[in-house]
């Protein structure tokens, strides 16, 4: 039986992977999942497969080496698949130092216990270990021009200190590919959206606050474009870059969904109200003046968009969920979760909006 540690697991996209797998796989595999449950990890998100026998959850730090070399040498690891990181930009802003400590200084600490564990005498690595570092579009800085994309090789240009941070544990992991041969793979995805998704993001925010009747936040003009990949697609490109991808390559994965973020907004206001019955008292709210356009970000990139040709051409993957039918299945999954969201919007979240929104 195949075993993978997910660090990261409890977070968005790292749950919706850890169900994406055992959808596919069974009882084929075995999934310890490390995560230090910081305010976007939340264990809710896996409460239905808790109990599952080829399940493990660990609460540990990517950055404790002592912590991550005992799951390694307990445990038989056949592949790393590395979701943990800091990954909102504007909690980046305000606290810089925490970014960096984990996304570059717990990246080297992943490696290196999966180095010590998986290295031979002679410095190979045995046969079918796999490490894969799940990255960011924003690396690669802002697109001014329409009809440009990233490519995998498209120059590094990171704008904030998250994209900063994690362009630099993407050149970490290049390195031990380039230096010891490691048996890794980078990816790079575009904006996620989907379910179980910390409402600090948009997408979830705007769905959250519209059926509240809150105001609808949004940065500047509303112009910036991002490119929206549905999860469950990014989760199966994973799982095939890990299994059919050239060890030492990196791989863009984009969802060919480009929208201006004020369409993102419109886009969930017209699909909420046309989800609600008439008899929903809700309904009445839910209208364009909910928007309200707030400074904008610092260092605001103003287009993201990924050609995911490499990712197609070679392993054969391309995105399946069409945005209108995805933003769809994503309104409804968080209808039918409200308490879900009231339990990760109490508290301090609460504090964090009115600090960010104000």
Known sequence: MRTYLVTGGSGFIGSNYIHYM?????DEIRIINVDVLTYAGNPENLKDIENNE?????KADICDRDAIEEIFAKNEIDRVVHFAAESHVDRSIRNPEVFVQTNVLGTLVMLNCAKKAWELEDGSFREGKRFLH????????????????????????????YSASKASSDLVVKSYIDTYHFPAFIT????????YQFP????????????????????GD??????????????????MVMEKGRIGEKYNVGGHNERQNIEIVKTIIHTIAEMLPDSDPRKAHVNEELITYVADRKGHDRRYAIAPDKIRSEIGWEPETKFE??????IKWYFEHQEWMQHVTSGAYQKYYEEMYR
Not at 22 to 26: G, H, I
């Open 200 to 219: 600090e993001k948009l997408i979830p925010l705007i769905i959250n606050n519209t059926l509240q009747g809150k105001k609808l936040p949004v940065y």
């Open 222 to 239: 509303g112009k910036n474009v991002r490119d929206w990949l549905y999860v469950m697609d990014h989760a199966k490109a994973i799982d």
């Open 134 to 161: 799940v990255s960011t579009d924003e690396v690669y800085g802002s697109l001014e021009e329409e009809g440009t994309y990233f490519y995998e090789t498209t120059p590094y240009d990171p704008h904030s200190p």
């Open 22 to 26: 055992f959808d596919r796989y069974k």
């Open 325 to 330: 039918d995805g933003i769809k299945m994503t």
């Open 54 to 58: 080829n399940y493990t959850f660990i």
């Open 188 to 195: 790079n995805c575009s904006n996620n959206y989907g379910a």
